[in-house]
């Protein structure tokens, strides 16, 4: 087995937690600036997830899945994506600035839409580039605390990007951080410092992905799979996860208008912050015991509790008087994310074979990203707006998505517990 060199992880740590800055940074405020600046309905603010992920599904499935197992250039993958988002989201700042004076917000706001759009099908090649090379540089046994290390130094550069959205945002007014470029242009420069990280470390990466590839399979053939069970499981995990996800994932946005609401929350722009970094506090604290709780406990029950804090936490939210409460309840979201993603991860990695690495974490990366994507656009968004429209206040209408979105998860929850029966724990 291969020894992960500690410049190793310190790369691959570090474009994580660069991106996750830029995360924090551009989307934290995105759905009210179209929302509340721009007009947008809910159902329509939703679209800005659902035609994104949609674009970077399908180009990693049908394109950058098949290109990287074919020429096994993970890290090329990620430097080109994140230099064609990086410059893209330059142009799409002035595009959408011309449109907003020239002709009006309307305008404005599916502009930004589009062009994220147009960006994710490019920008997915950084997806699967990176998902792919997390793997290849380790194996099974050393795959759950190289995951760990890396969700908790990611959540750390979440909490980072998303507590400085909070006065880039106001800067120079209410959402002066879009309408003047900062919330645009300063992700766009850490994209390019996160591309220069991968590219500086590409021929070690590559190295050591070699070592990884060919120790793996030595692994893999001293502990034999049915080929038949192993796609079966496969498969079926990604229809629970496609479904849990569907529910959390229906309310993200939502919960961000629902605590902006003057009753019963009244979040101010610094409380939204707190809320979401205290998602990403938890995340970094359960991130650094994920693989060794899955390790211990066994994969499939570390999962299950993530699933069944996908179920409870949305009904929690109605009880909620306040931001505190919010935030409070907010971090079991945390740390279900941290399961899911840590340990969603470890039990892929060991169900898919090393020459099928690029197809198969297509398919499961995926199959996350359309959950999250289409989740408010088909569930949580025309859920509430039709609610609204029968005459509930916007405040019933998001208690009662919250609802419908906890239903979903215990169908997912349910699909998992029967079905998903893997080889390894």
């Not at 130094?153 to 998303?162: D, F, P, S, T, Y």
């Not at 007014?173 to 309408?179: D, L, R």
Request: proline share 2%; with cysteine.
């Amino acid at each position: 087995m291969i020894d992960l060199k500690k410049k190793t992880v310190l790369g691959l740590s570090s474009f994580q937690f660069m991106a996750m800055i830029r995360r924090g940074l551009f989307y934290t405020f995105l759905t009210l600036y179209l929302n509340k600046i721009l007009g947008l309905s809910v159902t329509e603010t939703t679209l800005l997830a659902s035609i994104t992920m949609i674009a970077n599904s399908a180009s990693q499935t049908l394109v950058w899945g098949k290109l990287s197992d074919k020429y096994q250039a993970r890290a090329s993958l990620v430097v080109i994506g994140e230099t064609v988002a990086a410059l893209g989201y330059g142009l799409l700042y002035f595009v959408h600035i011309y449109l907003l004076n020239e002709s009006g917000p309307f305008a404005a706001a599916y502009s930004i839409i589009a062009g994220l759009s147009i960006l994710e099908f490019f920008w997915s090649m950084s997806n699967l580039g990176w998902s792919a090379l997390v793997s290849d540089v380790s194996t099974s046994k050393e795959r759950g605390r190289l995951m760990s290390v890396i969700s908790c130094i990611g959540g750390v550069g979440h909490i980072l990007g998303v507590t400085v959205s909070a006065p880039l945002y106001d800067w120079g007014g209410k959402a002066g951080g879009f309408t003047s470029g900062l919330l645009f242009f300063f992700p766009a420069g850490i994209m390019l410092v996160s591309a220069a990280i991968i590219w500086f470390s590409t021929h070690k990466l590559e190295r050591i992905q070699e070592e990884g590839l060919a120790d793996e399979a030595i692994l893999k053939q001293n502990v034999p799979l049915s080929q038949t069970h192993t796609s079966r499981t496969f498969y079926w995990f990604l229809v629970s996860i496609f479904i849990v996800g569907l529910g959390i994932s229906s309310i993200l946005q939502i919960l961000l208008l629902y605590v902006d609401l003057e009753s019963p929350i009244g979040a101010t722009s610094f409380d939204i912050s707190m809320i979401r970094n205290s998602a990403s506090v938890a995340t970094i604290v359960i991130s650094l015991l994920a693989g060794s709780i899955a390790d211990k406990i066994g994969r499939k029950n570390a999962l299950g509790i993530g699933f069944v804090l996908s179920v409870v936490t949305p009904i929690l939210y109605i009880f909620a008087q306040d931001a505190v409460q919010i935030i409070v309840i907010n971090s079991l979201s945390g740390i279900s994310n941290a399961l899911r993603n840590v340990v969603g991860y470890l039990l892929v990695a060991d169900l898919i074979p090393a020459e099928r690495r690029g197809r198969l974490f297509g398919q499961y990366n995926a199959v996350t990203y359309i959950s999250f994507g289409i989740a408010g656009t088909l569930l949580g968004g025309p859920t509430a707006d039709y609610l609204i429209g029968t005459g509930l206040t916007k405040a019933a209408a998001f208690v009662t998505t919250f609802q419908v979105a906890s239903a979903v998860s215990v169908i997912g929850t349910i699909v998992f517990a029967l079905k998903v029966r893997p080889d390894r724990n």
